[in-house]
Structures are given as structure tokens and as C-alpha cells.
RNA sequence: GCGCCCGUAGCUCAGCUGGAUAGAGCAACGGACUUCUAAUCCGUAGGUCGGAGGUUCGAAUCCUCCCGGGCGCACCA
């Protein structure tokens, strides 16, 4: 909706000052903080004041009166050098009429026509429980992904499976080291093992169902092979589990085993190859990553022959580039930033510009607990899945917690505030905003028998206070901000504008009645206004994975 | 040593890629329930935006240098 006011209004100046064709792209239509400065901004005489030679404040006024004509603008005025619109009532009509129709997709795109793109995330090694840091990655994903797919995208959610090298052989030995210890307690635990009781409990599982197949495999290879093979799979049936219950789910999930299996880590090599890239050095196979920006190049086979995890790498977004997105979009954890170069390098050898492949960092997410910080390790085993969080908290608060920071940041999560369930985690203010709505329209139909469904001859002039122009606002404006934390990728930035909303609506309720027997046509028209606010929070909720409740 | 990220109120964090007097929540203090749910609302207090320069109509935001903290610099995965 900015964007089609600002076109419109760029046009309209253009006809008498044809100047402003050259600062098309600086040109902004904000909006401003305060509200006496009205419900949109435009900066454009300051743009324009040096070319034309005046001050910005003549120029506006300038602007002012080429605008002043429109009916779509109830006031314009001058403010220094801005140029500050309010719109009119009839403008906030058509959008309110929009946000109930369109129910809790309101403003989002139609169709899928921006492109198809890949969005891969929480990627976790399949040797363990999610921590909370795979939850966060988890969060940000889906909600980017959401985002996305709100903006117009065709947007496919991929999970790599780290099924491949020496993790899985850790799991497999553990596993197996467990599963023995059962008859035999002196029996050694690997070194550096995985430490945590999951690995008791599948070896316990193996004992009782599979004890005289593996106790009868000759080569204890074999055997650590089938626990690797059998706890990663069970592993992972955990972890799609744990996705699902917090409401993500995966188009696609792609084994880094298949790679191998399949042949296809050879054939991005020799795609490579043929373009020139490939060189061998003292043994070893080399990728000159340095042609694209990387600090020095890298071995793609090892000199006794074996592939690197590059090389999988490599295969694995070969395979995405022959899929022919748009672009793809990782999601790593922060610890991994300085694998980047050298894969976006690998990548752009495809052929590919450099902006086709994204990567959100995911910081850390330090947990504390009585004020202190408590370390996790995944070797220790001592840590809190993300499954206990989810239980403990509620998925809504785990979620709107994740997502209410940058990716980018460190996150201190304070468990003993997450846990107290209290109002202190404000998921259960914009929840209550929903509920408030709700608690509303059931009151409506029971005391005055309006039905929320049937709302359809209204009159809307009679919404005049400054409340419901704000609130309005807020709606009519709400998809071009989506759109715009899409683009930029920037998904925390929705639990802001769901506050905001929410914020608007608990003032509105506290300052007025809605329901009013004495005046049935002043009480529809609220309930239609609040009917507008429903379907905005309702999509904010969508796009988050948070549930709407309607009663708290 | 080199590279990436972070530094904003007592605490946890926003700040929309340069806009107007830097904002929220929690904590503190003071008010508002005979009402459609007080998990709410209204107000008070709290700041050298890590520091110093620079760019310009205008800087928390962009550039340079410095100071703190985190992470990464493999023929590991």
C-alpha cells in the first residue's frame, strides 16, 4: 500500500517539478513515530532543495500544494522540511474491508509469482536431542520462511541430514559401548562418546529387541555399523518429532550419505573440473576458491583419497543449483561464519551471482539458571533439550522468546523467568489482545445477538476517535512492513509489530465500551473495526507459528 | 596476527539500511476494577547510543582509528 501511495505521489510532483526523477530511489515515504506529525512523511524536499536551488521548507510547500488536491489526503502540512500527510477515512475504509475479508492471510501475496526459493535450516547432527540453539535456528527459519512465502515466494523448508563421517561413527560406538556395558559394566565407553542418557535408553532398546543379531555379528564393526544406522534413525524420528510439536515442518530432508552413495559428490567435481577450477597439489584435490574472494583455496579429496566435508558440501548445493531456485537461504549457527567464504566461492564456480546463496547467523543462546550461566554440551549430556523447554513453557512462549531477538545477537536466556509462566513474557500480552477480541464477540452475541459473521452494513463514519484512527493505521500499513522485515530478513522484527498492534487494542478496550445497547449502529461499527484487528493479529500469529486463543 | 559478529536505561533488548525530542518490557515509584477478562490501562523516574575523529541539511545508523566481549581461522565434521 506505501508503495503504491508513494509511486502515486512521486507522479503527481513529477508533473510540475520534473526533478524529482533523480532521486527516485532516496525518495522515502515513512512513517512517522509521533503522531502529530501525521500518518506518513515524505522527505523529498530536502532531496530536491539543492537541485533546485531553495530551501527544503519552500519546497515542501511547493509539494504541498501539488497534493493538496487529492482526495485520498484528509490534511498536509509543512514541517520544517518534511511534508506530512494524514489520510482520510475513506482511504482506511477500503483497507479495513480488506483485512476482514482476507481473514488470517490479510495482505499476503495472491500468488507465487516473486520466484521459488530454498530456505535450509536446523540441519542437526542426528547424534543427539535439539538443544535450544537448534531451536532458535529452528524459529527463524520457519518464520523466514513464512515471511517469504507471505511476500510471494514458492518457498521449499530442506533439512540436511548430517548422516555421514565421524559423528555418526561417535553415535554408533557409544551406542554399542552402552549396549554392552549392560552384561559386561567394565566394558570401555569411548573417549570422547556421547554422554547422555538417550544413548542408554537405545541401547537398552537394542538389548531387548536386537541383542542376539548384534551379539551374533562376528566383526564388531558390524555391530557399531547397525547401532550407528539404528540410532540415527531413531534419533531423528526424535527430532522431526520435537519440529513438529513446535510447529515446523520440512518439505524436504536430504541425507549427506546420499551424496556419497549416489555418485553425485564426482559429478560436482568434474562440473568443476570443467570449468577450470579443480587442481591437484602435493596428493590432494584442490578447489581455487581464491577466484571468488576466499582467503586460500581448498582440498575437495583428501591425499589418501577421501572426500572432505567441503566436497559434500559442494555436492549438496550443486544439487539445490541444478533445482533452479531463485536463491537459497541457510540458516548457521554463528560458529560457522568463517565456512561461508569458501562455500559461497564453491558456489559462485556454478556459475551463480554472488546474492544467490544467503546464510543467517544464529548466535548463541547462553542459558541461565539461578543468575548463573549454565554451560551445555553435547558431550557431556548435561543440557536442556528443547523438548523440556517446549514442555515446561508452552510452545507460544518458546517461540515469541526465540524470535523476539536478532539472530544475530547473543541471547541470554533465563530459564527461571521462561518457567514462571508469568506476565513477564509478553506472548501472553499479544495473546490476550487475541482473547480480549474474542471475549468480545462472544458477549456481542449473547447480550445483543450480533453476530460477528454478519456484519455487513455498517457505517463506519461513526469510528471518530483517535484510538480507532491509529488503529486503523496500524492495519493499513501492517502487510508493507511483512513485506518489508521479508526482504530484509530481519524475522524478530514481527514480534514488534504484534505488540504494537496489541498495544493499540488493550488501550482501546480500557478507553471504550464497544458493547452498547443504547447504540447498536456506534457498537457494529467498533465490532467491525475489532473484527480488522482479529484478522491482522491472527495473521501476525500465522506467520509466527503462535496460536490465536480465545480465551485466557 | 587476520576475519566475522556484538557493545543503546539498573537488567533483557528494539531502533524499519541516514530523518524530527533515541524507544519497549522487566525491575522501582504513584494512580485506575460495581464495566466487553486488571495476564490490562495511565503516569513518574531512569541515557556521554563503548570512545575519538570524519562524511552532510541531518549520524545510534555510513567511513577511519582505538577500547571491551564473543566466535572463527584444517588434507575435522
Given amino acids: 500500500m506505501k508503495q503504491e501511495l508513494q509511486e502515486k505521489i512521486v507522479s503527481l510532483i513529477e508533473k510540475q517539478i520534473p526533478e524529482i526523477k533523480d532521486f527516485k530511489t532516496k525518495i522515502k515515504l515513512d512513517i512517522p513515530k509521533e503522531e502529530k506529525f501525521g500518518d506518513l512523511s515524505l522527505n523529498a524536499a530536502f532531496l530536491l532543495a539543492k537541485a533546485l536551488k531553495k530551501k527544503p521548507f519552500e519546497v515542501a510547500n511547493q509539494i504541498k500544494e501539488i497534493l493538496e488536491k487529492e482526495d485520498i489526503f484528509e490534511n498536509i502540512e509543512v514541517v520544517g522540511g518534511f511534508v506530512n500527510f494524514r489520510l482520510s477515512l475513506k482511504f482506511y475504509f477500503e483497507i479495513l474491508k480488506q483485512a476482514i475479508e482476507e481473514k488470517d492471510e490479510y495482505g499476503k501475496a495472491k500468488t507465487k509469482d516473486k520466484g521459488t526459493i530454498n530456505v535450509e535450516f536446523v540441519s542437526a547432527n542426528p547424534t543427539g536431542p535439539l538443544h535450544l540453539g537448534h531451536g532458535r535456528g529452528a524459529v527463524v527459519g520457519n518464520v523466514l520462511s513464512n515471511l517469504y512465502d507471505y511476500y510471494g515466494y514458492f518457498v521449499e523448508r530442506e533439512f540436511y541430514i548430517n548422516d555421514a563421517g565421524k559423528q555418526i561413527r561417535k553415535l554408533g560406538e557409544s551406542i554399542y559401548a552402552r549396549f554392552r556395558q549392560i552384561e559386561d559394566p567394565s566394558y570401555p565407553f569411548p573417549e570422547d562418546g556421547y554422554h547422555g542418557e538417550y544413548i542408554k535408553e537405545i541401547a537398552q532398546h537394542l538389548y531387548k529387541y536386537e541383542r542376539e543379531k548384534i551379539l551374533s555379528m562376528v566383526d564388531e564393526e558390524q555391530a557399531i555399523d547397525f ?44 562440473f568443476l573440473k570443467e570449468k577450470g577450477y579443480v587442481y591437484e597439489k602435493e596428493g590432494a584435490v584442490w578447489l581455487r576458491t581464491t577466484e571468488f574472494g576466499d582467503d586460500k583455496d581448498r582440498v575437495l579429496i583428501k591425499s589418501d583419497g577421501s572426500y572432505t ?15 533452479g531456485y531463485d536463491f537459497i537461504v541457510n ?23 554472488e546474492d544467490w546463496i544467503r546464510v543467517l547467523f544464529i548466535q548463541l543462546v ?47 536466556f533465563d530459564i527461571d523467568l521462561a518457567l514462571k509462566k508469568s506476565n513477564e513474557n509478553p506472548v501472553y500480552y499479544v495473546q490476550y489482545a487475541h482473547a480480549r477480541i474474542s471475549s468480545v464477540f ?30 486503523m493505521k496500524n492495519i493499513a500499513f501492517l502487510p508493507d512492513q511483512i513485506k518489508e522485515i521479508a526482504i530484509k530478513e530481519q524475522p524478530h522484527r514481527i514480534t514488534q509489530l504484534t505488540y504494537e498492534l496489541a498495544a493499540k487494542l488493550h488501550n482501546y478496550y480500557y478507553n471504550y465500551k464497544f458493547l452498547n445497547e443504547e447504540d447498536i449502529e456506534l457498537t457494529k461499527a467498533r465490532l467491525y473495526l475489532l473484527k480488522a484487528v482479529r484478522n491482522a493479529l491472527r495473521t501476525l500469529f500465522k506467520l509466527m507459528g503462535i496460536t490465536p486463543v480465545e480465551k485466557m
Fill in 227 to 270: 547401532c550407528a544406522e539404528f540410532g540415527k534413525e531413531m534419533l531423528l524420528e526424535r527430532i522431526k518429532e520435537d519440529l513438529k510439536s513446535f510447529g515446523v515442518e520440512f518439505d524436504i530432508w536430504f541425507s549427506e550419505k546420499s551424496l556419497y552413495t549416489s555418485g553425485k559428490v564426482d559429478e560436482a567435481i568434474q
Fill in 331 to 353: 540458516v548457521w549457527g554463528a560458529d560457522h561464519h568463517g565456512y561461508f567464504p569458501r562455500l559461497k566461492a564453491a558456489v559462485m564456480a556454478f556459475g551463480v551471482p
Fill in 366 to 412: 547462553k542459558l541461565f539458571k539461578n543468575g548463573k550461566e549454565v554451560k551445555m554440551s553435547k558431550r557431556s549430556g548435561e543440557f536442556i533439550t528443547l523438548k523440556d523447554l517446549i514442555e515446561e513453557v508452552g510452545k507460544d512462549a518458546v517461540i515469541y522468546f526465540f524470535l523476539s531477538k536478532d539472530s544475530n545477537t547473543h541471547l541470554n
Fill in 442 to 471: 462472544r458477549e456481542a452475541k449473547e447480550r445483543l445477538g450480533i453476530d460477528i459473521e454478519n456484519l455487513e452494513e455498517v457505517n463506519l463514519n461513526l469510528l471518530k476517535e483517535e484510538i480507532e484512527r491509529q488503529i
Fill in 309 to 323: 566435508y567441503f566436497a559434500g558440501d559442494i555436492a549438496y548445493h550443486y544439487d539445490k543449483f541444478k533445482r
